[in-house]
């Protein structure tokens, strides 16, 4: 397989699980709460959190698993379970966020807390990394079979850690120029796409761990 075959695959398979355009809206109810500084560094803090965790799972995924006892089945679930409690209601219109003016005036510690407070979950976790996401690069690491393929997986994994940050510093500013109607139904679709992909993660990963504690019984 030519060198730059199984890094575009893997690039071009995490983004269509991102799907930019759903979490740009999906993102919304975070950064309205935050100044135009604040979203930079939850971007930024994205992109690095994002680059970790790709680092982690091509380099050291399948040991870390193994060693911690955790399929990628059960990362999936789980990612399900958050991702619906995020996208539910979003969908439904409910959601709460904290309006910006709650942050004018506040001192600045306040306001660092307040990117920081969001940027692991639900930001990073489940909203754009998840199990599925972990499973995929995993799995193509297990397909290199020499160590400049991995570092070609780890480049290519950090252009898809930089779509995400940018998607998000993008979100920023597409929310400050549309409508409250027109936020609204972005948000509501947002929403059915997170739930739907909610679904999907809790049946294929729930499937998987049913079908794997099938075949430890039968052994």
Do not use: C, K
Not at 57 to 86: D, K, Q, R
Not at 93 to 99: I, K, L, R, S, Y
Not at 125 to 147: D, H, K, Q, Y
Not at 149 to 177: D, H, N
Request: avoid cysteine; hydrophobic fraction near 55%.
């Amino acid at each position: 397989m030519p060198l730059l075959e199984n890094p575009l695959m893997m690039f071009m398979a995490l983004l269509a699980l991102y799907s930019p355009v759903a979490a740009l809206s999906s993102y919304f109810s975070i950064v309205r709460r935050l100044g135009p500084a604040d979203q930079r560094r939850l971007a930024f803090g994205l992109f690095a959190y994002v680059v970790i965790f790709a680092m982690t799972a091509l380099w050291i995924g399948e040991p870390l698993l193994e060693l911690l006892g955790i399929s990628t089945a059960a990362l999936a679930f789980t990612g399900g379970i958050a991702l619906i409690y995020v996208g539910v209601p979003l969908m439904r219109g409910t959601h709460e966020p904290t309006p910006q003016e709650s942050l004018d005036g506040a001192d600045p510690g306040a306001q660092a807390a307040s990117w920081r407070s969001v940027l692991f979950m639900p930001v990073t976790f489940p909203m754009t990394v998840g199990g599925t996401t972990f499973a995929i690069l995993v799995g193509f690491r297990s397909r290199a079979e020499n160590v400049s393929e991995v570092v070609a997986l780890s480049i290519a994994g950090i252009a898809y850690a930089a779509v995400t940050g940018i998607t998000l510093y993008l979100s920023g500013q597409v929310e400050r120029r549309t409508s409250p109607r027109l936020q609204m139904l972005l948000e509501r679709i947002a929403g059915i796409l997170l739930t739907a992909i909610a679904v999907s993660l809790l049946a294929s990963g729930g499937t998987q761990m049913v079908v794997a504690a099938l075949e430890r019984l039968q052994h």
